[in-house]
């Protein structure tokens, strides 16, 4: 059974920074392409970052320049390191794997990220 858990959200103030982790097991993370998409409240869920099986990345424009996504392929794990926080990028921020034999879709529990003063 494959699962996806995040961990690393809490609250910080604006300028402040934090590291997600999106741990994974039964599923090679080396197989899958990887993202990390968010929901703030009242509004759809989004993309923020993806990172494919050959280490190409893609950020949303709002991230951009704040966000970095990364993978530890050994330790089955993803990363999204956020910096310069807004309190726009308040949201519960969900992992997903698109695992590419099969192109099956699995998503994390999601973590909640607030950002205030």
């Known amino acids: 059974q494959v699962q996806l858990v995040e961990s690393g959200g809490g609250s910080v103030q604006p300028g402040g920074s934090l590291r997600l982790s999106c741990a994974g097991s039964?599923?090679?993370?080396?197989?899958?392409?990887m993202g990390w998409h968010r929901q703030a409240p009242g509004k759809q869920r989004e993309l923020v970052a993806t990172?494919?099986?050959?280490?190409?990345?893609n950020y949303a424009e709002a991230v951009k320049g704040r966000f970095t996504i990364s993978r530890d392929n050994a330790k089955n794990t993803v990363y999204l390191q956020m910096n310069s926080l807004e309190p726009e990028d308040t949201a519960v921020y969900y992992c997903?794997?698109?695992?590419?034999?099969?192109?099956?879709?699995?998503w994390g529990q999601g973590t909640q990220v607030t950002v205030s003063s």
């Open positions: 990172i494919t099986r050959g280490d190409s990345t």
């Open positions: 997903h794997a698109e695992f590419l034999i099969g192109a099956r879709h699995y």
């Open positions: 039964g599923i090679l993370f080396s197989l899958s392409h």
